[in-house]
């Protein structure tokens, strides 16, 4: 019986030792369907995240979905997980996820956001610095405000805000378009110093060309300028089947200077992984937080996957 039972005793110990290999995930995990709206800051963290992947054995599979086909992929499991719920911007599709059920939140993957209208800095040194401001100099707008992809919650937004009485903005325009398509509008408008309001956001490199967020929009973006948190989520039951690639998705946060760093590397034209390998190998730091206690998909050691791959 002692013998039995300093066997059994062993055979515990060496499981325990082994953890790490027991911890993989199933092969039906190996490839992560993501979304991107076509936002440059989820194009940059998606980026970061498959090149994390792609070192531990799985594959990122990342569909160009609009918010709101997004999100219902994501209920419908079409979708395991989503870098870019912009809160409280997209309110509306996480009260429907949590309602149903249907998505569970990862981690907050962004603090110091910012997400409402802005206008350039010549046309707020003229005296527009509120959204109130905007009906008073509707001719020089030309009754136009532009936002982003059609359906996208912060054009609702902005619709709201020209449909409230209290704006005075009746008459007024949203001009969907895209992220590439809003700010080629307003890089023209700054070329001729015409006047122009759009939505602005942060991080992104719009920040380095001169504007300034409007005050005022408080009831449909949020206090202090819109300001933002941004969430991980994954599809309902996805951390259960997962638990793995589940607790590096857990762990994978990013701040305001990285992502504006990695969009910067975009706008110049960089290939987003080649981009995100690049900023993971000079800065191999974020991978001991992000990879801790995370395994290989064939429960290796995570870390030291990801960092011989990456070179760093």
Not at 134 to 157: Q, R
Request: charge should be negative; proline fraction near 4%; charged fraction near 20%.
């Amino acid at each position: 019986m002692i013998r039995s039972a300093s066997v059994l005793l062993g055979l515990i110990a060496s499981l325990s030792l082994g953890g790490a290999a027991l911890a993989a995930d199933a092969a039906s995990c190996a490839t992560v369907r993501m979304s991107d709206p076509g936002w440059s800051d989820i194009t940059s963290t998606n980026a970061l995240a498959s090149v994390v992947l792609d070192g531990l054995g799985y594959k990122a599979d990342v569909e160009t979905l609009a918010v709101p086909i997004g999100y219902q992929s994501l209920a419908n499991k079409q979708i395991d997980v989503f870098l870019g719920n912009w809160m409280p911007a997209q309110a509306k599709f996480r009260q429907e996820l949590d309602a149903n059920k249907s998505a569970e939140v990862l981690t907050k993957n962004l603090e110091g956001a910012k997400f409402t209208l802005a206008v350039p800095n010549y046309v707020a040194e003229a005296g527009v610095k509120d959204v109130k401001d905007l009906a008073a100099n509707a001719d020089k707008f030309k009754n136009e405000i532009y936002g982003i992809e059609p359906g996208a919650p912060a054009n609702t937004n902005i619709q709201s805000m020209i449909d409230a009485p209290a704006y005075n903005l009746k008459g007024w325009k949203l001009v969907d378009s895209s992220e590439q398509g809003m700010l080629s509008q307003v890089s023209r408008a700054e070329r001729s110093k015409d006047w122009i309001v759009f939505l602005g956001w942060a991080p992104h490199p719009m920040n380095n060309m001169g504007l300034t967020y409007l005050s005022g929009a408080d009831e449909f973006f949020g206090p202090n300028y819109g300001g933002a948190e941004v969430f991980t989520l994954a599809r309902a039951g996805y951390a259960t089947e997962c638990p793995n690639v589940a607790k590096l998705f857990s762990q994978v946060t990013f701040t305001v200077e990285m992502e504006n760093q990695m969009m910067a590397k975009l706008a110049d034209g960089e290939d987003a992984e080649d981009a995100a390998k690049a900023w993971l190998k000079a800065n191999p730091t974020v991978l001991d937080t992000w990879l801790a206690g995370v395994t290989t998909l064939d429960g290796q050691p995570g870390l030291d996957a990801v960092k011989a791959k990456i070179g760093a």
